[in-house]
């Protein structure tokens, strides 16, 4: 079956970078695209961007563009996402998840990745 | 950006109560929305896509609607594992999810 699985929870200082993986089984990979998602804690969902397995293409929020990059290794059907100059207020958790191809939600969601910004 | 707002923020109904949430764009997009749930501690789940089409699986109590920039969600009868935030997001623009509705029973 369709599985995404994400890496365990981080703690980073300020002014670092995290790099959080989302590997995924049970499918195409190049076939859907990977959102990624946020949740700080209490709040909403907020979108970060969306990368196509196939072409490498990102497409980022306009918030965390600069700050937010987007990759895979289409050889071990995994997505990442990296974050840099964190401050606390990065602290949350951080979602992937598949792409539908009739419209552009999320389908198939990892366990989320709690990163902890804190001096 | 697109701004979703969503009402009410929360609510409180009785087991098999119809509830409806709505959600409003700041701009026309189309029937580009979806709408999700999530359950406390959990990862979203996709519930309704293209504005009004169920996903599979998913019970036929939920129902969605709308076009344009005003959009509803529906829980025909409200059932006790219906306990969770709503949220909708829409994707004619990049993407943006609105607030979130907490769905609580009375």
């Known amino acids: 079956q369709v599985q995404v699985v994400q890496s365990g929870a981080e703690v980073k200082k300020p002014g670092a970078s995290v790099k959080v993986s989302c590997k995924t089984s049970?499918?195409?990979?190049?076939?859907?695209?990977i959102h990624w998602v946020r949740q700080v804690p209490g709040q909403g969902l907020e979108w970060m961007g969306w990368?196509?397995?196939?072409?490498?293409?990102?497409n980022y929020a306009q918030k965390f563009q600069g700050r937010v990059t987007l990759s895979r290794d289409t050889s071990i059907s995994t997505a990442y996402m990296e974050l840099s100059r964190l401050r606390s207020d990065d602290t949350a958790v951080y979602y992937c998840?598949?792409?539908?191809?009739?419209?552009?939600?999320?389908?198939?969601w990892g366990q989320g990745t709690t990163v902890t910004v804190s001096s | 950006d697109i701004q979703m707002t969503q009402s009410p923020s929360s609510l409180s109904a009785s087991v098999g109560d119809r509830v409806t949430i709505t959600c409003q764009a700041s701009?026309?997009?189309?029937?580009?929305l979806n709408w999700y749930q999530q359950k406390p501690g959990k990862a979203p789940k996709l519930l309704i896509y293209?504005?009004?089409n169920l996903e599979t699986g998913v019970p036929s109590r939920f129902s969605g609607s709308g076009s344009g920039t005003d959009f509803s969600f529906t829980i025909s009868s409200l059932q006790p594992e219906d306990i969770a935030t709503y949220y909708c997001?829409?994707?004619?623009?990049?993407?943006?999810f609105g607030g979130g509705t907490k769905v609580e029973i009375k």
């Open positions: 049970g499918y195409i990979f190049t076939g859907y695209f």
């Open positions: 990368i196509n397995p196939n072409s490498g293409g990102t």
């Open positions: 998840a598949r792409g539908i191809p009739v419209a552009n939600g999320m389908d198939v």
């Open positions: 293209v504005a009004s």
């Open positions: 997001q829409q994707y004619d623009n990049r993407l943006t």
């Open positions: 701009q026309d997009i189309r029937n580009y």
